[in-house]
């Protein structure tokens, strides 16, 4: 019904482009964040590598930019990806909160 039946509320999504938004694969899940350490505790859920370019995203915040500088596995050993479906994995990430997500940029 859209609008027809009552106006649109202050709360409501407003886009300020109107450029084609192109779909972004979902990479991770925040389960945890260490802020002395700096480290997000990730569940992955499509593979991604060090060195790609992702996009965090906080729940009432705009995406902020990323490049995947390293990873670890959950020994803390040094890894080039994440390419097992819900493979726990560290990544460096200042900022992060728990349940953010990791978008492909």
């Known amino acids: 019904t859209g609008f027809f039946f ?4 202050e709360q409501a999504q407003v886009c300020d482009t109107n450029q084609y938004l192109k779909d972004r694969a979902y990479l991770a899940t925040v389960k945890e964040y260490d ?3 700096g480290l ?4 992955q859920r499509n593979k991604f590598c060090v060195g790609d370019k992702v996009q965090l995203l906080t729940r009432g915040e705009c ?5 995947v500088e390293k990873l670890y596995d ?7 990806s994440v390419p097992h479906a819900k493979q726990e994995f560290y990544v460096p990430i200042q900022g992060a909160k728990k349940w953010d997500i990791l978008r492909m940029n």
């Open 6 to 9: 009552t106006p649109p509320s």
């Open 35 to 37: 802020e002395e350490r």
């Open 40 to 43: 997000a505790l990730c569940i």
């Open 63 to 67: 995406g902020r930019d990323i490049t």
């Open 74 to 80: 959950t020994e803390m050993n040094e890894i080039e």
